[in-house]
C-alpha cells in the first residue's frame, strides 16, 4: 500500500513537471528557464550554493531573461553581460556567469525546449580564455605573509589590528585559530560552538557538508565574546551584519580591514589559511603533511588513495591544533593581547 502511495506522489509530480514543460515550450525565456531549474536544483544541493548562485543570477543575468533561449549567442553574451564584468575585473564572477548559462541552455535542452545550445562554443572566446588566465594568476599570487620572517610579520598584522576596533580584532583572531575561509568564518553560529566536547562543527564548507574542528579555552572565549559583542540572539551568527541582524557578515569584512591598515597587497582574508600552511611546512617534524591538508580541508591524493583513506585525522589534528594555538599564544602574550 505503502509503495503503491509513493508510485502515485511520483507519478503526479511527473505530470506536473510535464505540464510546467509544455508551458514553458511555447516561449522559452530564461527567466522561466532558470526557475525551473531551481526547483530541480532544490533537490540536490545545499542551500548556499543556491544562494549564492541566486544572487549572481539577478545581479547579472536577470537584465535578459525575458528574451529567449534560442535567441541568445555568445557574442551577444558578451557584448550585454561579459564584457562589463572583464572591465571590472571580475573575472571568477564572468566566468561563473558564463557556467550558469551555459548550464541554463543545456538544461533546456534536456528538457526537449530547445533543439540545440548555441552557448556551447562561447569558450573559445578569447575574453573568456583571458579571464581564466587572469583568475588562475590571482588563484595562485593570493598575497600572504613571507614564509622565511613569518612570526615577526603576523605579529606587526595582529599589532596594527590593535589600534582599530574589536570586532576587527575578534575577527581576526577567530580567522587565525579556526584557519576557515572568509565566507566559512562569517557564517558561523553560537550553537556551533560545543564547550562540552571542545569542538566548533562548521556547516557547509567549500568541501565539506560538516567539518568539526578542536577548540582551545581561548578560542572558545574569543567566539562567546564576539557574539555577546556582535552576534545575534535571533539568527544566532557569531558575526551578524552590521545592516541586517538576521544575516551573517560579509566575509570580505576581513578585507576591507587588512586593505585599510596598509596590508593590500601584502595579505589577504584568504592568505591567512597560507599563513597556517606555511607554519605548518617549517614544522614538518610535528606535522605531517596529511594532517597539516585535514587541516585547511584539502583533499590529498588520487581519487582511488582518497577511497581508501576516509580518517579526517581529528585526534592528529587536536594535537596540530595545540601546536598552531601554542604559536599565536606566544605572539599574542607578547603583545600583551591576552
Known sequence: M???????????????????????KRSPKIGLIYKLYSEQQELTI?????????????????????????????????AKILRPLFLEKK???????????????????????ISVNS???????????????EMNRLLVHRPTLDFDNLRYELMQVIKSFKKTCLKRQLLLEISLRTILRPREVCSLKIDDLDDKEHILIV???????????????????????????????DSR??????????????????????????????????????????????????IHPYVAEAMLQHSVGTKVSRAYRRDDYFHERKKTTKIWNDFLDG??????LI
Open 203 to 233: 556547516r557547509n564548507t567549500k568541501t565539506l557538508i560538516e567539518f568539526k574542528i578542536p577548540t582551545t579555552f581561548r578560542l572558545e572565549k574569543i567566539i562567546h565574546q564576539a557574539f555577546i559583542e556582535f552576534g545575534s540572539s
Open 46 to 78: 545545499r542551500n548556499t550554493t543556491l544562494e549564492r548562485q541566486h544572487k549572481v543570477y539577478f545581479l547579472y543575468i536577470a537584465p535578459i531573461e525575458n528574451l529567449r533561449a534560442d535567441d541568445i549567442e555568445p557574442l551577444f553574451l558578451q
Open 91 to 113: 573575472f571568477t564572477t564572468l566566468l561563473y556567469v558564463t557556467r550558469l548559462m551555459v548550464t541554463l541552455l543545456d538544461f533546456a535542452k534536456a528538457c526537449n525546449l
Open 2 to 24: 505503502k509503495k503503491t502511495s509513493e508510485s502515485n506522489e511520483i507519478l503526479k509530480n511527473f505530470k506536473e513537471l510535464k505540464a510546467k514543460i509544455k508551458k514553458i
Open 119 to 133: 552557448l556551447k562554443e562561447i569558450y573559445t572566446l578569447p575574453i573568456i580564455k583571458k579571464s581564466q588566465s
Open 331 to 336: 605572539i599574542y602574550r607578547q603583545l600583551k
Open 237 to 286: 551568527y557569531v558575526f551578524c551584519g552590521g545592516r541586517n541582524k538576521k544575516k551573517s557578515l560579509s566575509p570580505q569584512t576581513l578585507n576591507r580591514a587588512l586593505k585599510d591598515l596598509g596590508y593590500k597587497n601584502c595579505l589577504c582574508a584568504h592568505g591567512i589559511r597560507s599563513v597556517a600552511s606555511n607554519y605548518f611546512a617549517q614544522h614538518v617534524d610535528q
